[in-house]
């Protein structure tokens, strides 16, 4: 499983930015996938998953209601809308995959991709 993560960018606060995950290999529509993020200094930590059906999301507290993650299985990719972004939402973020079909905080990612800058200016 290979994972390239696109869509990063500058943009003004109050702005939005969608990012994408594209995903190869058959196994695409049996696992979860997630969003995680890392920003200067700090560690790196969860923003969304979403399980292999899509029925079930997850979102970190800090982007709930901003944030909305969806997949396309037939296109073998996972999205990510960021709405209103804030200045404290710049980090480079990552996509990463599972190999079970359901997120659990529990678990650690199998498969990271390289990230996407996304950069919030006041």
């Known amino acids: 499983v290979q994972l390239q993560a696109s869509g990063g960018g500058l943009v003004q606060a109050g702005g939005s930015l969608r990012l994408s995950c594209a995903v190869s290999g058959r196994l695409f529509s049996r696992i979860a996938v997630g969003w995680f993020r890392q920003a200067p200094g700090k560690e790196r930590e969860f923003v969304s998953a979403?399980?292999?059906?899509?029925?079930?999301?997850y979102y970190a507290d800090s982007v709930k209601g901003r944030f909305t993650i969806s997949r396309d299985n037939a296109k073998n990719t996972v999205f990510l809308q960021m709405n209103s972004l804030k200045p404290e939402d710049t980090a480079v973020y990552y996509c990463?995959?599972?190999?079970?079909?359901?997120?659990?905080?529990?678990?650690?990612?199998?498969?990271w991709g390289k990230g996407t800058q996304v950069t919030v200016s006041s």
């Open positions: 979403i399980s292999s059906s899509g029925s079930s999301t």
């Open positions: 990463a995959a599972d190999s079970v079909p359901y997120y659990s905080s529990s678990r650690r990612m199998d498969y």
